[in-house]
């Protein structure tokens, strides 16, 4: 049985950072794309980053580039999701998500696995 356990998150002061972690068991995700998404309250869940399996393409929301940064370590089965500069407008909850595909790709249709989410919350 495939699991994705999201930690790292919480309540923090605008400007501060967080670091994400998302360790998968029951499946190695060597040769697949792992994502971050997000969803705040009242609204749909959106894409947050992307990483390939070889971990060197990456994708990202235009609203988060240059402030996260995503990254995986296959020995250890995670993806991390480093979050820096964070807003009031980051609050939401973060899901980690595994493809059967190797591409970082930005949908939601293209992640087969999903964890529960860890809540992060930003205030102003």
């Known amino acids: 049985q495939v699991q994705l356990v999201e930690s790292g998150g919480g309540l923090v002061q605008a400007g501060a950072s967080l670091r994400l972690s998302c360790t998968v068991s029951?499946?190695?995700?060597?040769?697949?794309?792992m994502a971050w998404f997000r969803q705040a309250p009242g609204k749909e869940r959106e894409f947050v980053a992307a990483i390939g399996w070889s971990g060197l393409v990456t994708n990202y929301a235009g609203s988060v580039k240059g402030r996260f940064t995503i990254s995986g370590d296959n020995a250890k089965n995670t993806v991390y999701l480093q979050m820096n500069s964070l807003k009031p407008e980051d609050t939401a909850v973060y899901y980690c998500?595994?493809?059967?595909?190797?591409?970082?790709?930005?949908?939601?249709?293209?992640?087969?696995?999903w964890g529960q989410g860890t809540q992060v919350t930003v205030s102003s």
């Open positions: 029951g499946r190695t995700f060597s040769n697949s794309a």
């Open positions: 998500a595994a493809s059967r595909s190797v591409n970082p790709n930005t949908g939601y249709s293209a992640y087969d696995f």
